[in-house]
């Protein structure tokens, strides 16, 4: 199973990406898919998850700003980032919870960079 991430880039304070991570690969079902980022020198910290059934969690400090939603049609969660502010830098990570033929077991994409600066 591989997780393609896409949809890093540079970006003012204020405003807006949206990052797509696509699953692909003998897996069966995917129960959760999420988003975590790592800034230089900080450890690995939950973004958003989401559960399927309406079921999201988040970090407080992106709550009413960054937006994560699934196409489980096409095994992709996304990440739409509104109102960006500097601390948002990091390198943002998609991560998938599922069952294959091996059992369950969790996945992770390569990281893409988000950098929120003027």
């Known amino acids: 199973v591989q997780l393609q991430a896409s949809g890093g880039g540079l970006v003012q304070p204020g405003g807006s990406l949206r990052l797509s991570c696509a699953a692909s690969g003998s897996i069966f079902r995917i129960n959760v898919m999420g988003w975590y980022r790592q800034a230089p020198g900080k450890q690995r910290e939950l973004v958003a998850v989401?559960?399927?059934?309406?079921?999201?969690n988040y970090a407080d400090s992106v709550k009413g700003r960054l937006t994560i939603s699934r196409d489980n049609a096409r095994n992709t969660v996304y990440l739409q980032m509104n109102s960006l502010k500097p601390d948002d830098t990091a390198v943002y990570y998609c991560n998938a919870f599922g069952l294959t033929g091996s059992g369950y077991s969790t996945y992770w994409g390569q990281g893409t960079q988000v950098t929120v600066s003027s």
């Open positions: 989401d559960a399927n059934l309406g079921r999201t």
